[in-house]
Structures are given as structure tokens and as C-alpha cells.
């Protein structure tokens, strides 16, 4: 099975994730953003340091439509992951049923 490829996040999105964890907590920031909670708490940790701006710093810029393939390419490999699940499932139900 292949593995969802890593995602990137920008300076801007790392900043108001860290805001919204602040005032909502960790696990809701999380859940609301689609971003693992042991990276938001990662963040949280560094932006305690002064350290937050650091992150990605490492990271080339992505223009617009690398952004963009980038997210697409993510998307498919989560469906992909879901459809081969599924068909496990279907497989291992029928073989139950007879």
C-alpha cells in the first residue's frame, strides 16, 4: 500500500494554526484543520521558544500550481488508500457470507 505523501505547510498556515490552538485546544485546532495532532502540538512547543518562524525555513517556496499538484496528488493517494480498503473489506465479507 503506498503512504499518503507529507504535507507542506506554509509559514501563514503554521501561525494560525498555533492561534486557533490557543483559544479552541489542541485536538479541536486538529480535527477542525486536517493537520496531525502531534504536529500541531510540535508547533505549539516551538512557538513557545520564539522558534515557530524557523520551521520550513529549509522548505524552497511552492509556486501556486506546484501547491496545487502537490494537494492533488495527496487527495488521490487518500482515496486511492480508501479504495483498496475497501476492497478488502468487500473481499473478506463475501468470503464470511458463504
Request: charged share 35%; proline share 3%; glycine share 4%.
Amino acid at each position: 500500500m503506498n503512504r499518503i505523501p507529507r504535507a507542506r505547510y506554509t509559514k501563514e498556515v503554521r501561525e494560525e494554526a498555533v492561534n486557533l490552538a490557543k483559544t479552541v485546544g489542541t485536538s479541536e485546532a486538529s480535527r477542525r484543520l486536517s493537520i496531525p495532532l502531534k504536529t500541531l502540538a510540535n508547533w505549539l512547543r516551538v512557538s513557545g521558544n520564539g522558534k515557530l518562524a524557523e520551521i520550513g525555513q529549509q522548505q524552497k517556496p511552492l509556486t501556486e500550481a506546484e501547491a496545487e499538484l502537490h494537494r492533488l496528488k495527496r487527495e488521490l493517494a487518500e482515496v486511492k488508500m480508501e479504495r483498496d480498503l475497501l476492497k478488502k473489506f468487500a473481499a473478506y465479507f463475501a468470503k464470511e457470507s458463504k
